[in-house]
């Protein structure tokens, strides 16, 4: 960006450029690389055998199961919810938008723990519809579909948060001339809005889906810890940390989750690229034209 | 339904999509929301003051905004170093730090609290160099700053990253042909551009921060009037079934928090009426 010609008043010495990049290095190195590298690092410390074995405990099995259903449960309601909310504001105006845009934005300014009570709240025991809910031998907390909800709650915005700035930049202009010449409401949606927004949508739902499988504030609330049946990886890595002699094991759990972490940065890696040159392609069409 | 529409439109799903969402948002966040606030308003004034002043709880009120507001505050210079560096300089290795930026954001908090004890405990990679120096990070507010610094380090990095690529350079290059300098044109040409999404950003890591659990929870050894954050006195309550506490000082904290993302929202507001300007 900055040739060697530039004016010296346009950039910093060498030096000053150098010892900027190193500070910003050391700070992350720090913060972001250390801790990454020591999961590795101690979920191998006892060697691989002790590694693959930690995944082979029943509990465990049933921890990664447990949390790709929860997983699976946010990211399509969430989803749903985030194309249509996106629909709805970018390609109406309406009385209210300004408010439903700042609702939808609430459960990022929510603690994970008050996120889990306020379901606790609703459904304990003691909750607003409890004895409702045992007289009709429901569980909805300390089991799981408490997890899935406090999982709902806490990843609600991510699709939607994603969509509307795309949808919005895209204008309307496309989707009303499909309808002026004929396409039905759904095609107008397959055909036009899909394609345009898919690698935003795409990374709205893989950002979704690996908060759904990390969360544990909140999902710790309403779980109940019940080894084997409510207990999600993130719970099970907290189990295993606080045990005697698992601790390589915890490590081995929070190992498989930094690798989901690490996908979902390559994924968006690639979004952000295909993205950009979508953009660039269209800007060469429209200068075609 | 199209009695809330201000323009005709020949688009259709309007009633459905608007119909789906507001339904949807109620049931899964309005509604329990309410239910706190209604269960807090079952306490009588007395009751809810008494539960929210009390010593241990106030404690954790100055732990846990006194820190977040710090981690806030280094990542607000650090973040402004990222950003800077990512925008303004090529060196090898920058898209991948520039991807790697993001892994608060992936990483569940559960695996950033553990590898973070183990990382800066006395006998770990750094707590074995701060060991001789007498600087304990685990099991002491330095560590709960530690933790929420490394949550919400990406925001301060996002909000600022976009609005230094956008600047033009035209702006800096009169400025220089002017005669200033290259630190005169940073406090009077670039600052002046970036610091509403500077300020964003602070607001966005320190909402994030103060609400914080998952990552806290292993490296603060949560110990009553030193190192317990709210978050976890409210579970602290819960697991005790004192449901009224829980209630009463999560209700603080939410207002807090909605305190908050309002000064967000208008900063958001102000920032994009500065962009268009």
């Given at each position: ?11 910093e010495?060498?030096?000053v450029r150098w010892s900027l990049i190193g500070l910003a290095l050391i700070f992350l190195g720090l913060f972001l ?257 | ?72 505050l280094l990542n607000v210079v650090f973040g402004l170093l990222v950003a800077w560096v990512l925008v303004r300089y090529?060196f090898?290795?920058r898209?991948?730090i520039d991807?790697?930026v ?47 610094t490394?949550?919400?380090l990406p925001f301060v990095v996002r909000t600022v990253q976009?609005?230094l ?21 940073f406090?009077?040409?670039i600052f002046?551009?970036i610091?509403?999404a500077l300020?964003?950003g602070f ?75």
């Amino acid at each position: 960006m900055y040739s060697p010609r530039t004016p010296r008043q346009l950039t910093e010495p060498a030096w000053v450029r150098w010892s900027l990049i190193g500070l910003a290095l050391i700070f992350l190195g720090l913060f972001l690389v250390l801790p990454l590298v020591l999961v590795f690092a101690e979920a191998f410390t006892k060697g691989a055998a002790v590694y693959f074995a930690s995944f082979n405990d029943p509990d465990a099995a049933h921890a990664i199961k447990l949390t790709l259903l929860v997983m699976v449960a946010s990211v399509v309601c969430n989803g749903v919810f985030g194309v249509a909310a996106a629909w709805a504001i970018t390609k109406f105006s309406f009385r209210g938008k300004s408010l439903l845009l700042t609702l939808i934005d609430l459960p990022f300014a929510v603690s994970p723990v008050i996120a889990g009570l306020i379901f606790v709240l609703l459904f304990g025991a003691q909750g607003l519809m409890g004895s409702w809910l045992s007289d009709h031998d429901v569980k909805i907390i300390f089991a799981v579909p408490g997890i899935v909800l406090a999982t709902m709650f806490i990843t609600f915005p991510f699709v939607a948060r994603e969509l509307i700035p795309i949808m919005q930049a895209q204008g309307t202009e496309e989707e009303e001339a499909a309808r002026v010449l004929g396409a039905r409401g759904w095609t107008v949606f397959w055909r036009i809005t899909l394609p345009n927004i898919k690698w935003g949508l795409l990374y709205g739902l893989i950002l979704c889906s690996a908060r759904a499988m990390g969360e544990f504030g909140a999902v710790s609330v309403v779980s109940g810890h019940i080894r084997g049946e409510t207990n999600t990886l993130p719970l099970h890595i907290e189990i295993l940390y606080n045990e005697p002699g698992q601790y390589a094991a915890a490590f081995a759990c929070a190992s498989l989750l930094s690798l989901l972490a690490l996908v979902t940065l390559v994924l968006k890696a690639i979004v952000e690229w295909r993205q950009a040159r979508a953009q660039a392609q269209a800007a060469q069409l429209s200068n075609v034209e | 339904m199209p009695l809330l529409l201000k323009k005709k439109t020949v688009l259709p799903g309007f009633g459905l999509t608007l119909g789906f969402s507001v339904v949807y948002l109620s049931l899964l966040v309005l509604i329990p929301l309410a239910v706190l606030v209604m269960k807090a308003m079952g306490l009588t004034w007395e009751q809810f003051w008494t539960t929210v002043t009390r010593p241990q709880v106030v404690a954790s009120y100055k732990l846990s905004f006194g820190a977040a507001l710090i981690a806030a505050l280094l990542n607000v210079v650090f973040g402004l170093l990222v950003a800077w560096v990512l925008v303004r300089y090529r060196f090898p290795g920058r898209k991948i730090i520039d991807a790697l930026v993001d892994l608060p954001f992936a990483l569940p908090t559960a695996v950033a609290g553990i590898a973070l004890t183990a990382l800066y405990g006395p006998k770990g990679w750094i707590g074995q160099w701060l060991e001789p120096l007498g600087i304990k990070a685990v099991f002491t507010p330095l560590g709960v700053v530690i933790a929420l610094t490394f949550i919400s380090l990406p925001f301060v990095v996002r909000t600022v990253q976009p609005v230094l690529e956008d600047l033009g350079k035209e702006v800096e290059e009169a400025a220089a042909s002017l005669g200033a300098s290259r630190m005169a044109i940073f406090r009077r040409v670039i600052f002046p551009e970036i610091w509403p999404a500077l300020l964003t950003g602070f607001a966005l890591a320190f909402a994030r921060a103060v609400g914080e659990y998952g990552s806290v929870v292993f490296i603060s050894g949560n110990l009553p009037m030193k190192t317990q954050i709210t978050p976890l006195l409210i579970m602290g309550q819960l697991e005790q079934f004192k449901y009224a506490e829980a209630t009463a000082i999560a209700v603080v904290m939410l207002v807090a928090s909605f305190v908050l993302l309002l000064a967000i929202n208008l900063l958001q507001r102000w920032t994009t009426r500065r962009m268009a300007m």
